[in-house]
């Protein structure tokens, strides 16, 4: 039986993610011997490839503008939130001599646009807290007992602690190390886990037109998600046609709400208004100037004025209408059809691409069985959760991250 003075570590951390990393480092700052178990060969493979390698590693949003992008759950932060901000994480990184940017949405990337440059801060701050690290590690159970935790490898070696914190991840990019083994570690550890589903993640659609379209990008429109013929929710902002079907922040942003609508039977739509700075009365008058301005135009020219020039002729299809019509032959009734499409450009969804697609795992660790101001589990003292694994999701826009780091942080404080 090992005993209290054999363990040989204060804290294990699982998982070199960035709620991980933050833990490991914040842990062993304060004095504590601290071992960080990773089971891929280095660090922080997802946080390389998060916002398309860029890392949009918070928001200058307010607490309350945070909590607003997170699912119902999403309250279980405020008190993490309140001790580990995006103020402090932004300090962090300036003061490690990473110098930052807000662009629009106030995401926040590193100058640089290099999620290496994120990276690089973490492992090097990591090794000035004297954090031990070991790679190609997985961890496949734990046992607690007698104030000891025993965590056990694939390998059969077995490591001791006084404390564990487990921030493995959720199950989206499985390739990056983020498989589930959190979820059931949790489960082992008697611990509810919420049904992991796919969060942040692009969508199919029936139609093959996104396919003829793809790597066409749209700026400032409106989508919204309709059901029953009703908007369920919408978004303004940029999206993406893929060969597969949409994608891009907005499309990312109401993929749960998509998810939930088919799983539970629905049909569903995305609505696409691509002119949503316009109302009816505006839109018709900006045809007719640019039909009178134009009279012997081939329609598919005019509309290059008025959508990128790759999607004018699937968007005449779609309406119903000969590309090659001049402008003076156009009718009311096919203006009328042509205004329809711009502000309701609609494609019935097929399915969401799976979870191990997704940029973010909804579900995961349930909350009411985690104390909000230590992440210490309520039903096994001394075990610990930080990150994606515990059941908060947010939309795009750093939110996400930004919770992985407080959870981090504040697992820390406490171990």
């Known amino acids: 039986m090992v005993t209290l003075t054999q363990a040989r570590y204060d804290a294990i951390i699982i998982g070199a993610g960035p709620a991980g990393m933050m833990a490991a480092m914040t842990a062993a700052g304060h004095g504590r011997k ?26 200058a949003g307010s607490v309350d503008k945070f909590l607003k992008k997170f699912s119902d759950s999403g309250v279980f932060l405020r008190n993490t939130f309140a001790i580990f901000f995006n103020d402090n994480l932004c300090d962090f990184f300036e003061s490690a001599g990473c110098k930052l940017k807000t662009e629009r949405g106030e995401r926040v990337f590193p100058q640089s646009d290099k999620s290496v440059d994120i990276l690089n801060v973490l492992t090097g701050r990591l090794a000035e807290s004297g954090v031990e690290i070991k790679y190609n590690k997985e961890v496949v159970d734990i046992i607690s007992g007698n104030g000891i935790k025993t965590v056990i490898l694939k390998d059969a070696s077995r490591f001791f602690a006084l404390k564990v914190v487990i921030a493995t991840g959720g199950l989206s990019y ?41 790597g066409v990008s749209l700026e400032n429109v409106k989508c919204a998600v309709i059901s029953d013929n009703k908007v369920i929710e919408d978004r303004l902002g940029d999206m993406l046609f893929t060969h597969f079907g949409l994608s891009g922040p907005i499309i990312l942003d109401l993929s749960a709400t998509i998810f939930d609508l088919m799983k539970s039977g629905k049909r569903v739509f995305i609505s696409i208004n691509l002119k949503p700075g316009l109302d009816e009365k505006k839109l018709d008058a900006r045809l007719q100037r640019e039909f009178n301005a134009h009279p012997s135009r081939a329609l598919k020219n005019i509309f290059t004025e008025l959508l990128p020039q790759k999607l004018v002729t699937e968007f005449l299809k779609y309406c119903g209408i000969n590309e090659l019509k001049k402008a003076n032959q156009v009718t ?9 499409g711009l502000f309701d450009f609609r494609f019935e969804i097929a399915g969401t691409k ?12 349930f909350t009411k069985e985690i104390d909000p101001k230590t992440m210490e589990s309520k039903i096994v003292e001394g075990i610990y959760f930080a990150g994606e694994i515990i059941d908060v999701d947010a939309k795009t826009g750093g939110y996400n991250m930004q919770a992985a780091f407080s959870t981090g942080f504040v697992c820390g404080m406490n171990i």
């Open 174 to 214: 499985p390739g990056t190390g983020s498989t589930g083994s959190g979820f059931k570690l949790a489960g082992k550890l008697r611990h509810t886990v919420i049904n992991p589903k796919p969060g942040l993640v692009p969508v199919i659609t029936k139609s093959g037109v996104p396919k003829k379209l793809t």
């Open 34 to 59: 601290v071992l960080l178990l990773e089971k891929m060969p280095h660090a922080g493979r997802k946080l390389l490839i998060s916002g398309k390698g860029r890392c949009n590693l918070t928001n």
């Open 354 to 365: 799976p979870i191990e697609d997704a940029i973010i795992t909804r579900g995961g660790v």
């Open 332 to 340: 009311k009734e096919e203006r009328k059809k042509l205004m329809g």
